[in-house]
């Protein structure tokens, strides 16, 4: 006796769930298992010794476990300054001076990582502190270095030009459904028809950044794609997005608006047209946590399948954690969002959907990183403002799971991979689809312009 289709989806997404919980369980359990200090003395004289970065190396997996330690954050704070990673020094640091206010080292050590990072308010708030705290000459000496180093690297130079190109190969199961967006991914049109193909892909990006000072940035710039699978040229796609916006930061808060257009066409025949506008937000409740939020507006028009022509919105929201397992840092986020479409000529009617995502990226040295993500939807389709042919019984939902790591060769030089698989059920055979692909590809950062 066959089961109805709404059993089948049910059952479906209770394991999948069910698979979510277990996987960040396994996370947390990791991450509360108990590490031990090596000794100061030891890590004092590496230190001694210039070895800053076998110091960083050791303490960084620890963090988790010792952070808030003063002794721990010492001595971390400075290895990570010294070793090129002012961010996780300013960290350390920062724990350091919450808990000894007088100690006018860390605060010291703590504006050249505001330094390093921008952040030049910051540094130059924790400089005027020393000054008022009458230190001993030395220290009032190290200030006023820092001090003009501080000005020379605030002469304005408010212009910044960055980029990379990334040239990949690998393998498709479904080369038809290839998304070209974000909105394609979740509600674009999918072929009946699979075809596999080897393919190629070439991405080059680069961006203008304009900062007045260091509470807001705008910026400008555009991202080339080139996707060619071998065994399948009628799905050759070249994309073309251009992009401007505006980040602000405020405290806590980071802000940005992000208006782009994209073009996806054949060779020279234009297949269809995607004008968005972004807006982000992101909290930090703690130096471990952050909360996310995000709405998108997208119009899309497509040359030959006029039916999927149509509005969407996105509106979202989640959380960003800062875990540690087997002492490496890891990165965590989950968001969940509501997505709908307003598809006048669509014969399935206006889309209502519901869908998460569980991202994690792994750091497991200073060269390499893991990546994972896990993703879920629920759509449905409503027919109320549509033609008497609309079918509003279709009902899909839609999965997808990836992993990946990046190893970095050189400062600019990095090799990644990934492999992804994507499923979709529906109770209309036509809707179903699956679709593998393995990547690999080297990424090349250019130089930074700045003036």
Known sequence: MNQPPWQGRTSFVFRLAMFAVVYYMCIVSVASQPLSLPPLAELQQQMQQRDYAGVYQKLELLEYEFAGNPAYDALFGLAALRSGDPARASWALERLVLVEPDNLNAKLA??????????????????????????????????????????????????????????GTGYDTNVGSAPGTFIHEIAGPVRIDEEASAFSEIVLRHRLQY?????????????????????ATDYLRHHFT???????????????????????????????????????TRYQINQRTYALGFITYSRLSYDQNTEDNGDFLVLGGGLAQMLSVSGKPLTLSTTAYYLSSDQPDSASGDMRSLGADINATWRLTQKMDANGRLGWIQRDYACSLHPAVCNSDRDDTQ???????????????????????????SNVDQYEYKRTVAKVSVRYEFKPWRK
């Open 110 to 167: 703590l504006a050249r990582a505001y330094m390093e990072l921008n952040r030049f308010n910051r540094a130059q708030g924790l400089l005027d502190e020393v000054r008022q705290m009458q230190p001993a000459a030395r220290i009032l000496q190290a200030a006023e270095q820092l001090q003009a180093e501080l000005e020379e690297k605030r002469a304005p130079k408010h212009w910044q030009l960055t980029g990379h190109i990334v040239a």
């Open 211 to 231: 900062s007045s000072d260091e509470d807001w940035r705008f910026f400008g710039g555009y991202r080339l794609r080139e996707y060619r699978p071998y065994s």
């Open 242 to 280: 251009t992009e401007t916006g505006a980040i602000r930061n405020a405290g806590n808060w980071r802000l940005s608006l992000e208006p782009s257009l994209t073009k996806v066409w054949r060779d020279s025949d234009e297949e269809s047209r995607e004008g968005r506008i972004t807006a982000n």
């Open 399 to 425: 999965w997808r799971i990836s992993i990946g790591g990046s190893y970095r060769l050189s400062e600019r030089l990095r090799i990644e991979s990934q492999v992804s698989h994507a499923r979709q059920e």
